[in-house]
């Protein structure tokens, strides 16, 4: 029986002109992370990673730390939705990410305020009425991540691995719990607003089918060092 942690990324870049590529504090959890992969893992796991460079970094700095000698599978159906569009469709303004990072900065409590940013943004792209208006909409983009999902069970039923890892983003790990748990669009967004940094939700695959273990994993940080916790 095999075993599917899906990990979200470190923290990215907030605010800068690419977000897409991890932080100091992002390449200190995937170094955390690794290291409680060390811990826990018993065999070397089958490897998986969206081909953004966030999700790449994770990958490798999360491997050197417990299997360095793992091969990397890269596929770019894991790789997340363009938030940078979602957010820039609701707001015009908000096309020049440095100008929501200066919002955000003058609230006095900052992730309330992106929160709801988040929530009106995500009700505008899934909602249905404005899908022409994104290059991949809210049905596409849920089906590219079902049909991942599918084809990583798939590959998982017939070689039989102990375990597999996936490196993701937040937005695929939550449409992932959606689909097992069938979770509405509002409340499968409403975990991707608390899914950590490097956290870690869990599958067990019985036959060819995901059955959910745990979502968003986070006690390997919190317990070592949790001010490195983050959420954006």
Known sequence: MTTIYLVRHGQASFGASSYDQLSPNGELQAKLLGQYFNQILKEEPYVIAGSMQRHQQTAQLALAECFPEAQLCTQSDWNEFNHQQVFAQYEPRFNQPELLKQDVAKESNPRAYLAKIFEGAIQRWTG???HH????????FKQRVENALSSLCQELEKT???YAIVFTSGGVISVVAGKILALSPEKTFALNWAITNTSLTTLRLVGNQPQ???LNEHHFIKAEQPQLLTWI
């Not at 208006?133 to 809210?138: I, V």
């Open 128 to 130: 249905g009425e404005y």
């Open 133 to 140: 208006e994104y290059e991949e909409s809210w049905p596409h």
């Open 160 to 162: 039989k691995p102990r």
């Open 212 to 214: 959910l273990l745990s």
